[in-house]
């Protein structure tokens, strides 16, 4: 069955920091991949998707991801964050008959 | 576009009382999933309709749990009796292409039994 990991629980940063979450999924075919930001209190948020084309993706609020196939990676990036990108990050796969939630990675940014 | 709409926001309960969540999906999306979110498990797929017909409904914890979607524009899941572990936050999305494509979530429904 598909599966997808994120790399880290919880990562803490100071504002200005760069930013990488690590998403890896396990199936070998085509596959569309989607990161979706969850704010405190708040629902589920598109952030980027790829589904074919340039593997690097550029999302809102400055956020891009790259898609590595080679890796089964889709890791989410940001030069620099702020307060504001305090929130729950979910890496999610699907490959056509199954759509797959990460278990999330909890961003905090420190004033 | 009003997105995904849920109701009621918030609902608290007490043990052993029924539950009805609603949900109307985005106009013109033939497909709709019900998640369920906790800290302990993170999020989880309850059920997933397409053309208003259960598809999969292997994350429906168990009996006490169960979803209709009586037409293209309202669904509801229903728990019946509830229990204190049922608490979470329950999200409902919409996609409109199927398990393939994009899918907006609503605001989600707190839910705390008591």
């Known amino acids: 069955a598909q599966s997808v990991s994120q790399h880290n629980h919880h990562v803490i940063l100071s504002e200005a920091a760069s930013l990488e979450l690590g998403c890896n999924y396990s199936?070998?075919?085509?596959?569309?991949l989607f990161w979706y930001v969850q704010y405190p209190g708040q629902h589920l948020q598109l952030l980027l998707k790829?589904?074919?084309?340039?593997?690097l993706v550029k999302g809102i609020k400055g956020f891009e991801a790259e898609f590595i196939k080679s890796k089964f990676s889709f890791n989410l990036r940001k030069p620099s964050v702020q307060w504001s990108d305090t929130a729950e990050y979910f890496c999610?796969?699907?490959?056509?008959?199954?759509?797959?939630f990460g278990p999330g990675t909890r961003l905090s940014v420190l004033p | 576009d009003a997105g995904v709409i849920q109701s009621p926001r918030h609902e608290v309960t007490e043990m052993g009382q029924e539950v009805t969540l609603r949900c109307k999906p985005i106009?013109?999306?033939?497909?709709l999933f019900w998640y369920r979110q906790t800290m302990m498990r993170g999020l989880e797929l309850l059920i997933y309709?397409?053309?208003?017909?259960?598809?999969?409904d292997s994350g429906m914890p168990e009996d006490r749990f169960s979803a209709k979607m009586p037409n293209a524009s309202f669904s509801t899941l229903k728990i019946q009796p509830s229990e204190p572990r049922d608490s979470a936050v329950y999200f409902c999305?919409?996609?409109?292409?199927?398990?393939?494509?994009?899918?907006?979530f609503g605001p989600g429904t707190r839910l705390l039994v008591l």
């Open positions: 999610a796969v699907n490959d056509g008959q199954n759509f797959v």
């Open positions: 106009s013109g999306h033939n497909s």
């Open positions: 790829y589904f074919s084309g340039d593997p």
């Open positions: 999305a919409s996609s409109p292409s199927g398990r393939g494509g994009t899918q907006y």
């Open positions: 309709f397409n053309n208003n017909v259960p598809i999969d």
């Open positions: 199936y070998g075919g085509t596959v569309n």
